[in-house]
C-alpha cells in the first residue's frame, strides 16, 4: 500500500492514527538530531517529523525525491494556519525511497524563479506547482460545467473528423501527407463548421463539441495554433434566439465557476462598435466613447480641421495629476494628426498645438465635451478609417496607463451584423469576414448581385473586455445564396464542386434554417482568472513560435519515412 491517506487531508480530528503516506519533498529542514520535511501530493502538503537515529547510515534526501512514509499523526507545535494540514505533522517510524530526482532546474513554488521558456522545457515539472495544477483543474471545471449545461437542455455531443479537405475559413491550414493515396494530402480541421451543418442536415436539433482545432498561424499570448473551442449548433434559430441561450450559458458558468452574477449583454452593430470605439472588439469597462466633432468643427468654422475626412474626440475624466505619464506617452504616438486640451484645475487651458488652436477655439472644444477641471481632451484627425483605428488604440493605451481596467469587473457585449465580404485591396477579390456559410441579412439581400461591401451578416461576436471569446452565425441554407458567396469570393464552378461538392449536394434535400457559435475554451478560463496568458491553462503549450519547446516539435523527418510519404 503507497498510502491510507493524501498530503492535503488529515487533520487535528486525526491526531493518533497510524498512517501512510507517499509524495514529493518540497523542503527539508535539518534541525541537528530531527529532520522536518514537507511532502507533497497532488492534494497538499504534510509535514513529516523524523528522527535521525531512525534512518539508515549514507541514506540521503533531497528536493523532489518521491518518498513513502508510515507514521503517527501528531499535534503541531508551530501550527501553520495556512494550510488544511497545518494543524498536525507526521512522527515517522518508517521511510521508503520510491524514487530520487535530479535537482529541479526551477523552484518548484507558487512563486518560482523559473522564466516561461524554462518551465515549458520541464513542463511536467511545473504542473506540479499549485497555480498550474489549479490552473487545470478550472480548466476541468469549466469542461464539466460546460457538458452539463448543454446537455440538460437538449444538446447532443458528437465527434466529428479531424483530417479533412482544406477549406477557405480565414486562416491558413495544417496539411498531413497521405501515405496511401500519392501527392494528396489531409488538413487539420480549422473548425467543425462543414461537419455541424451537416448534422443539423442530419436532423440533428442541437450539438456541440468541446474540440481541438488548428490553424497554421503566428501564436502569441492569447492564441495557440492548436486549440479548444466550445463548438455549438442549433437548429430552427434566428439571432435572437442564439444570442439569448448563449447569454445565459455565460452568465451560468460565470456563477458557477467564480460566483459572479453578470448584467445583462448590450447589444450594438459592428459598424456602430467601430464608430464608438475605434475596433470590433471594445472593452467598455471604462467608458471613454469616442466622439464625432465633424459637425462641430463646420458649425464654428474651425479652419485647420474644416477640410479633413473625420475628426474625432474622447474626454478622458480626472487625469490631470498624471501629466508626467500622459506626456511621455503623447510623445510615443506616430500618427501626427492629433492634440490634446488639458483643462487645469485652476481652469487654465493648455493645448499641444497652441499655434492653431487659441482660447476661443479651445473652450469651444471644452463647452461641446461637457468637461470639468482636470479632465482631458483627446482629438484626432484625417483619413476615416485610418483615423478611427489609431484613436482605438490609443483610447486603450490611456486605459492601461491610467489603470482604468478593473480586472474584476466583467462587461460583456455582443457585436452583430458585421459585413458579410470584404475587399482585399492585394489580391483584387473579396474574402468572408467570418466564414463563406455566414447568412446575410434578408433586408441587404438585394445588394448582393451588384454592391456585395453593402451586405451585412446575420453575425455575432461575444466581446469581454475586449477580447472575443465567441463567435457565430446563422448560416445560409439556400443553395443560390450560398453559391453567390462562393462566385463572390472568386470561386469557379469546378473549384466549387472539387471543394464544396459534398456539402452543395446536401442543399439539394431540404436544409433547415440554423446557426451557432463558438467560444474559445483557453480564452474563455485565461478571462475567468484575470490572466495575461493563455499558456498557463493550457497542460502541455506551444511556445509564441508555435514549438513544442518539450519534445522539439516540430522535427525533420528520417529519409526513409519522406520516402515512404513520396517525398523526393
Not at 502538503?45 to 523532489?64: A, C, D, P, Y
Not at 518560482?112 to 522545457?121: A, F, K, V
Request: glycine share 6%.
Amino acid at each position: 500500500m503507497y498510502r491510507t491517506h493524501n498530503c492535503g487531508e488529515l487533520s487535528r480530528k486525526d491526531i493518533g492514527k497510524k498512517v501512510i503516506l507517499s509524495g514529493w519533498i518540497q523542503k527539508i529542514r535539518d534541525l541537528g538530531s530531527l529532520f522536518f520535511i514537507d511532502i507533497r501530493d497532488y492534494f497538499g502538503i504534510t509535514q513529516l517529523i523524523i528522527s535521525k537515529k531512525s534512518v539508515k547510515k549514507n541514506f540521503f534526501l533531497g528536493k523532489e525525491f518521491l518518498i513513502k512514509v508510515k507514521g503517527k499523526v501528531v499535534e503541531r507545535l508551530s501550527k501553520n494556519y495556512n494550510i488544511p494540514t497545518g494543524e498536525i505533522e507526521i512522527l515517522v517510524s518508517h521511510i521508503d525511497l520510491l524514487n530520487s530526482s535530479l535537482s529541479p532546474p526551477f523552484t518548484i513554488e507558487n512563486q518560482t524563479d523559473g522564466n516561461e521558456e524554462m518551465r515549458m522545457i520541464y513542463r511536467y515539472l511545473d504542473i506540479r506547482r499549485n497555480p498550474i495544477k489549479n490552473n487545470l483543474i478550472i480548466r476541468h471545471n469549466l469542461a464539466l460545467e460546460t457538458r452539463n449545461f448543454l446537455s440538460k437542455n437538449g444538446f447532443l455531443e458528437i465527434e466529428t473528423p479531424v483530417l479533412i479537405n482544406d477549406t477557405p475559413e480565414g486562416a491558413r491550414s495544417f496539411v498531413v501527407p497521405s501515405r496511401t493515396h500519392i501527392d494528396k494530402f489531409y488538413a487539420l480541421a480549422q473548425s467543425p463548421q462543414l461537419f455541424k451543418q451537416l448534422l443539423m442536415i442530419g436532423g440533428i436539433d442541437k450539438y456541440f463539441q468541446i474540440v481541438k482545432c488548428f490553424r497554421d498561424e503566428d501564436s502569441r499570448s492569447d492564441r495557440q495554433i492548436e486549440f479548444t473551442q466550445i463548438d455549438c449548433e442549433m437548429s430552427f434559430v434566428e439571432v435572437h434566439d442564439v444570442l439569448v441561450f448563449f447569454e445565459h450559458f455565460i452568465k451560468h458558468i460565470f456563477k458557477k465557476i467564480k460566483n459572479i452574477q453578470l448584467d445583462p449583454f448590450p447589444c450594438i452593430s459592428h459598424s456602430d462598435a467601430i464608430k464608438i470605439y475605434g475596433t470590433d472588439s471594445p472593452d467598455i469597462r471604462f467608458g471613454m466613447p469616442i466622439i464625432e466633432l465633424n459637425d462641430l468643427v463646420q458649425r464654428k468654422n474651425i479652419n485647420f480641421l474644416k477640410t479633413q475626412e473625420l475628426v474625432i474626440g474622447i474626454k478622458i475624466k480626472k487625469c490631470h495629476n498624471l501629466h508626467d505619464k500622459m506626456s511621455f506617452f503623447f510623445k510615443k504616438i506616430e500618427n501626427p494628426n492629433f492634440f490634446w486640451i488639458k483643462y487645469l484645475y485652476d481652469q487654465t487651458l493648455l493645448s499641444s498645438h497652441s499655434n492653431f488652436l487659441n482660447d476661443e477655439i479651445l473652450k469651444i472644444f471644452v463647452k461641446f465635451f461637457e468637461a470639468i477641471p482636470g479632465d482631458l481632451l483627446f482629438v484626432s484627425y484625417g483619413k476615416e478609417r485610418k483615423t478611427r483605428e489609431e484613436l482605438g488604440k490609443i483610447r486603450i493605451k490611456i486605459a492601461d496607463i491610467l489603470n482604468l481596467k478593473n480586472s474584476k469587473k466583467f462587461t460583456p457585449l455582443w457585436i452583430k451584423d458585421l459585413p458579410i465580404l470584404e475587399w482585399e485591396e492585394k489580391y483584387k477579390k473579396y474574402k468572408s469576414v467570418h466564414h463563406p456559410f455566414t447568412s446575410p441579412k434578408e433586408e441587404d439581400l438585394h445588394f448582393l448581385e451588384k454592391n456585395p461591401k453593402n451586405v451585412r451578416s446575420k453575425s455575432y461576436d461575444l466581446i469581454i473586455n475586449g477580447i472575443e471569446i465567441g463567435s457565430g452565425s446563422i448560416r445560409i441554407h439556400n443553395k443560390h445564396i450560398q453559391n453567390l458567396i462562393f462566385k463572390h469570393l472568386g470561386f469557379s464552378k469546378k473549384e466549387i464542386e472539387s471543394r464544396f461538392g459534398f456539402f452543395m449536394k446536401a442543399f439539394e434535400y431540404s436544409v433547415p434554417p440554423h446557426g451557432g457559435i463558438a467560444f474559445g475554451l483557453d480564452r474563455l478560463v485565461n478571462l475567468l482568472e484575470g490572466n495575461q496568458n493563455i499558456k498557463d491553462f493550457i497542460a502541455f503549450p506551444k511556445n509564441n513560435y508555435g514549438k513544442d519547446i518539450m519534445i522539439n516539435a516540430p522535427s525533420f523527418l528520417e529519409k526513409e519515412k519522406l520516402k515512404e510519404l513520396h517525398f523526393r
